[in-house]
């Protein structure tokens, strides 16, 4: 099992267990097919239904067709908290190496590197009869993933090219990414008291790191690392508090939630 340290802006280290490959690369193959059956089921509907597979069409089908695929990771990514369909089946997920959710900074930068990893896509964006050439396609992707395959491995943190440029991992989640594991909390309570107003300023990224050491501190049962992050907030915020360390940092996260949803 690779374990990926990650420090944090707490100057606390968290771990986390690195995405085996063989889920990756299947994470990678379900989101292959999944893009090939829309392209194929597309393209099918286009010249026999609705009679649009002429060169004349072909802005139509780069519109319906193609660009729904180009940003089908980017939108699932973000949509999902790090997961497309494929890498939530496999039950793995992209985070930042501050230990919370990647920024939309992240994942777009993630995206743009991926250019060279999506032949089929560029193929069918400029030619105008891809689906001729789809195993051509498909094999120059396949020598392309060797090269992202060395890069995974050789790399500290097994990343792709994106993944280094944008500071983010490839980690395993044994359970599904839900709101939960973010740090949003509906705090409907119309006479909510705020204890904590200094929490806002925190960046989001703090506060990201916040709720990642309250899963691990929970999960594995040691609070070690709750306490030292509890006094590092405390001297930076110079904020007093007898709450016990769970308590403190889950109210933190309760005041950020109500003041956010306030401004």
């Given at each position: ?56 069409n ?39 190496f501050d ?18 990893e ?12 891809p ?60 006479n ?34 709750g ?37």
């Amino acid at each position: 099992m690779s374990i990926i340290r990650i420090d944090t802006v707490f100057n606390i280290d968290l771990e986390f267990e690195a995405a085996p490959f063989q889920k990756r690369l299947l994470a990678y193959l379900i989101d292959l097919a999944l893009l090939l059956f829309y392209m194929f089921t597309m393209q099918y509907a286009f010249d026999q239904d609705f009679g649009l597979g002429s060169i004349e069409n072909e802005p139509m089908n780069i519109l319906l067709i193609v660009l729904p695929m180009f940003v089908y990771s980017l939108v699932t990514e973000v949509a999902m908290n790090g997961q497309t369909i494929g890498k939530k089946m496999m039950k793995i997920r992209v985070i930042s190496f501050d230990g919370g959710e990647p920024t939309l900074g992240q994942y777009i930068i993630r995206w743009i590197s991926k250019f060279f990893e999506w032949p089929l896509l560029f193929g069918f964006l400029f030619l105008p009869t891809p689906l001729n050439s789809v195993v051509l396609y498909l094999f120059i992707t396949g020598m392309l993933g060797i090269v992202v395959i060395i890069i995974i491995a050789v790399t500290k943190k097994n990343q792709r090219l994106g993944d280094i440029a944008a500071g983010t991992v490839l980690v395993k989640t044994k359970t599904d990414f839900t709101v939960n594991d973010t740090v949003f909390m509906n705090i409907s309570n119309d006479n909510y008291k705020v204890m904590f107003p200094e929490v806002m300023r925190l960046s989001d990224n703090d506060i990201n790191t916040i709720k990642s050491v309250l899963t691990q501190a929970r999960k594995n049962d040691n609070l070690d690392v709750g306490r030292r992050v509890e006094y590092k907030i405390k001297d930076v915020l110079n904020i007093r508090s007898d709450l016990y360390t769970i308590d403190f940092l889950d109210k933190l996260l309760e005041d950020y939630n109500y003041l956010a949803t306030k401004e």
